[in-house]
Nanobody, 127 residues
Framework: VQLVESGGGLVQAGGSLRLSCAASGFTFDDYAIGWFRQAPGKEREGVSCISNNIGSTYYADSVKGRFTISSDNAKNTVYLQMNSLKPEDTAVYYC?????????????????????WGQGTLVTVSS
């Protein structure tokens, strides 16, 4: 079971980035996939999640209207399109998988209970 993130980087405030999370080793449709982030000195928080079997999505209030999550089931990949980035979006972004979760549950679960994580990708937004 493996998740591999890519797409992080340095961007100016107002800019855009697209993160990718490539999954392997499990039945993609049986899982919800979520993007979490952890800024220095802060707890890891759920940002956006998607239920692959039904396509439902969830967004934290802080990113609604700016971030869009999508899934390509043929490629077993989940994307996070991040627009209108702000300095407070700076964090390490992780993707995680939860079997039989629905999107809101995954994003609001205690992250310590999730077992499947990617290695993380750093997003830095300069002001």
């Amino acid at each position: 079971v493996q998740l591999v993130e890519s797409g992080g980087g340095l961007v100016q405030a107002g800019g855009s980035l697209r993160l990718s999370c490539a999954a392997s080793g499990f039945t993609f449709d049986d899982y919800a996939i979520g993007w979490f982030r952890q800024a220095p000195g802060k707890e890891r928080e759920g940002v956006s999640c998607i239920s692959n079997n039904i396509g439902s999505t969830y967004y934290a209030d802080s990113v609604k209207g700016r971030f869009t999550i999508s899934s390509d089931n043929a490629k077993n990949t989940v994307y996070l399109q991040m627009n209108s980035l702000k300095p407070e979006d700076t964090a390490v972004y992780y993707c995680a998988a939860g079997r039989a979760f629905i999107a809101p549950m995954l994003c609001n679960v205690n992250y310590r209970s999730l077992e499947v994580w990617g290695q993380g990708t750093l997003v830095t937004v300069s002001s």
